[in-house]
């Protein structure tokens, strides 16, 4: 019988189409913006949220404050997964989670649906953050690294700027904007599919859900150097993430959602910007760098605030800017290219963590305090002094052998 079908055991089997490395490469890093992105994106409607829903501002910072808590559990508990069962199951779970989380907030008619769409996107963009910035690096360490920089900063930046263009010129942008985000991460998750896996499963899965913060002791040393401009870059971004919109709103006297959103831009791509010119240069130089711009822009800042001057916040916001990218990609730089790649989004989740919680904390009780002080120009001023303090910290950091 074999004999008169002798094709029928010779013809190959039909393998899946696979995406090159570089077009991987690129759809990971668009995840990592998009999630960022995507968490961005409800802030300029919060005040329409909470105008419609009537609730306090202390709820409303616990809106901001949920969805840190929701990515920081994500990071602990999931963010060694995927060095044991592969990057592309976690970002495919990631995106299919971020897609429902687009769906609740759409559909969302109450201050629960809004804490619950924000608790589902945060531990899905926790999970993808550590999958997809590992997988950036198992394919290209250098550029990983520098995409690992650049596409947070972007996607934070991106989102709250589309949002607010939508909100000014399109029709139902409440629905519109998580519509076009929710198709966007459907379409990311397909194509997940279609990439090589980088990461081979191992052993240990189970025990990888275990919260804890797992550094190997070769990159101990540099990631303690690296600390303090991982927490002076991100505790800007808390920030402007909190008290910016508002102050420079104020500043042109307008309720344009709109000019809020700019800054942050300006912020995000200034750094992007810098963190591409200066690539060439060495993680210590670019911790030392971006800590004294961080300074110079900060100040630059504050004296705005005291001269109520747009165009003077939007310079210091660029200052500031390239502290933050240069900042960043310096703290990243001198650790991930230590990592060895079946820790490295064990790694990756720390650095992540330190930088939310960096972020997150400052901004939760600023958000308190003006609401309980309601004095924003006061809690500029501490929130400010603060950046500068740790800024210096940082510059101390890196002038020690």
């Not at 700027?161 to 399109?170: D, H, K, N, S, T």
Request: hydrophobic content about 60%; glycine content about 10%.
């Amino acid at each position: 019988m074999t004999s008169l079908c002798p094709t029928a055991l010779t013809a190959p089997v039909p393998t899946r189409r696979r995406l090159s490395p570089n077009a991987a490469f690129l759809l990971q890093a668009s995840m990592t913006l998009g999630f960022l992105a995507g968490s961005s994106a409800p802030t300029p409607f919060y005040a329409i949220y909470q105008k419609q829903w009537g609730f306090s501002a202390t709820m409303l910072t616990l809106a901001f404050g949920i969805y840190a808590l929701a990515v920081l559990s994500a990071l602990l508990v999931g963010g060694r997964l995927s060095d044991h069962v592969g990057r592309r199951p976690i970002l495919i779970a990631a995106a299919a989670a971020q897609a429902v989380s687009m769906l609740v907030f759409a559909t969302a008619d109450g201050l629960p649906d809004l804490l619950l769409a924000r608790v589902v996107q945060g531990l899905s963009a926790g999970a993808a953050i550590a999958a997809a910035g590992a997988g950036l690096l198992d394919i290209d360490k250098g550029r990983g690294a520098i995409a690992n920089s650049v596409a947070p900063m972007m996607g934070t930046a991106a989102g709250g700027l589309v949002a607010g263009l939508m909100i000014q010129y399109l029709p139902a942008p409440m629905h519109l904007v998580y519509a076009l985000l929710g198709s966007i991460f459907v379409l990311q998750g397909v194509a997940v599919f279609f990439i090589e896996e980088t990461a081979p499963v191992r052993t240990g899965a189970w025990a990888s859900l275990r919260p804890r913060l797992a550094v190997p002791l070769a990159v101990r040393g540099p990631l303690l150097l690296a600390a303090p401009a991982l927490v002076a870059v991100w505790a800007m971004a808390g920030f402007y993430a909190s008290l910016g919109p508002t102050l420079i709103r104020s500043f042109a006297g307008t309720t344009s959602i709109l000019l809020g959103g700019f800054a942050l831009f300006v912020l995000a791509g200034s750094g992007a910007l810098a963190v591409y010119l200066i690539r060439e240069a060495s993680p210590r130089a670019l911790m030392r760098l971006g800590a004294v711009a961080l300074i110079a822009g900060m100040a630059l800042v504050m004296t705005a605030i005291a001269q109520h001057s747009v165009l003077l916040f939007l310079l210091g916001s660029a200052v500031a800017g390239l502290g933050f990218g240069t900042g960043f990609q310096g703290a990243l730089r001198s650790v991930v290219l230590l990592i060895a790649p079946q820790e490295r989004a064990g790694v990756l989740s720390v650095l992540f963590v330190i930088a939310y919680l960096a972020m997150g904390l400052p901004a939760m009780v600023a958000g308190y305090d003006v609401a309980h002080q309601g004095n924003i120009v006061v809690t500029a001023y501490e929130f400010g002094s603060g950046v500068v303090l740790l800024a210096l910290l940082a510059l101390l950091g890196t002038a020690r052998r």
